[in-house]
């Protein structure tokens, strides 16, 4: 069935980000990384920009026979970031995409267990607080990830790579820079908006957030149509 499908979909997400996350939280917290721009980190490669790559490939195949994940925010993120990640194999900014690629996934290893529980009901029913403590985690994990350490890491990229394109350092392809420059600004936003959507959540779930009013009742001849239609 269609819902099985989808269930299959969200099953892989977790399983893909639980792995980037967890080879991206080994690397940047661990490993002894070096952090120039054109610094080859073989562990990156193979942990970070293959799986993710393939992740995205799967996802965007995916979505054209399954409407429900087609939306237009995740395909622009999808698109730019196997744009950044072909890129990246050129031996530029493996440091980095540690970082955006691997670390900051851990933030949707809980949302993809919301994802599922979405799916079927008859699960989240039973399980109202596991659904609660992902939410809750989700939350944690997203605000200090993409709403702070982004931003901060964001810095240190753009400050290495206008020095190099400054001739600080040699750059192999100045349009792949730019390139990166751009796409950061790009998904910086997005982490914007959907920061401003995980905000909302959690005020709802607090309580914090006063439900839309109510629509006026519909007229006799607005309901008409709906009677017989029924």
Same mark, same amino acid.
Request: hydrophobic fraction near 55%; proline fraction near 5%; charged fraction near 15%.
């Given at each position: 069935?269609?819902?099985? $499908?989808?269930?299959? $979909?969200?099953?892989?997400?977790?399983?893909?980000?639980? $792995?980037?996350?967890?080879?991206?939280?080994i690397a940047w917290f661990f490993l002894d990384l070096d952090a120039a721009l054109h610094a080859e980190i073989p562990f990156a490669v193979v942990h970070i920009l293959y799986p993710m790559l393939a992740?995205?490939?799967?996802?965007?195949? %995916?979505?054209?026979?399954? !409407?429900?994940?087609?939306? !237009?925010?995740? %395909?622009?993120?999808?698109?730019?970031?196997?744009?950044?990640?072909?890129?990246?194999?050129?031996?530029? #900014?493996?440091? $980095?995409?540690?970082?955006?690629?691997?670390?900051?996934?851990?933030?949707?290893? !809980?949302?993809?267990?919301?994802?599922?529980? @979405?799916?079927? !009901?008859?699960? +989240?029913?039973?399980?109202?607080?596991? *659904?609660?403590?992902?939410r809750h985690t989700f939350s944690l994990l997203f605000i200090p990830l993409r709403l702070i350490y982004w931003p901060l890491v964001s810095l240190g990229f753009w400050a290495d790579s206008v020095a #190099?394109?400054?001739?600080?350092?040699? *750059?192999?392809?100045?349009?792949?820079? *730019?390139?990166?420059?751009?796409?950061?600004?790009?998904?910086?936003?997005?982490?914007?908006?959907?920061? @401003? @959507?995980?905000?909302?959540?959690?005020? @709802?779930?607090?309580?914090?957030?006063?439900?839309?009013?109510? +629509?006026?009742?519909?007229? &006799? &001849?607005?309901?008409?149509?709906?009677?017989?239609?029924?």
């Open positions: 069935t269609r819902t099985a $499908y989808l269930i299959g $979909y969200e099953a892989s997400c977790l399983l893909s980000n639980f $792995y980037l996350a967890t080879a991206g939280a992740h995205l490939i799967s996802d965007l195949a %995916i979505a054209v026979f399954l !409407p429900e994940v087609r939306e !237009p925010a995740i %395909i622009v993120h999808h698109v730019l970031t196997l744009i950044l990640g072909v890129l990246a194999l050129s031996n530029f #900014a493996h440091f $980095y995409c540690i970082f955006f690629a691997g670390l900051c996934e851990l933030s949707n290893v !809980p949302l993809a267990v919301l994802e599922v529980f @979405k799916l079927v !009901p008859d699960m +989240k029913a039973l399980h109202p607080q596991l *659904v609660l403590r992902a #190099a394109l400054r001739g600080a350092v040699a *750059v192999h392809s100045v349009a792949a820079v *730019v390139t990166f420059l751009v796409a950061n600004i790009g998904l910086t936003g997005l982490q914007l908006l959907w920061t @401003k @959507k995980v905000v909302r959540g959690v005020q @709802k779930a607090l309580g914090l957030r006063a439900p839309p009013a109510r +629509k006026e009742a519909a007229s &006799e &001849e607005e309901r008409r149509p709906l009677k017989a239609a029924g």
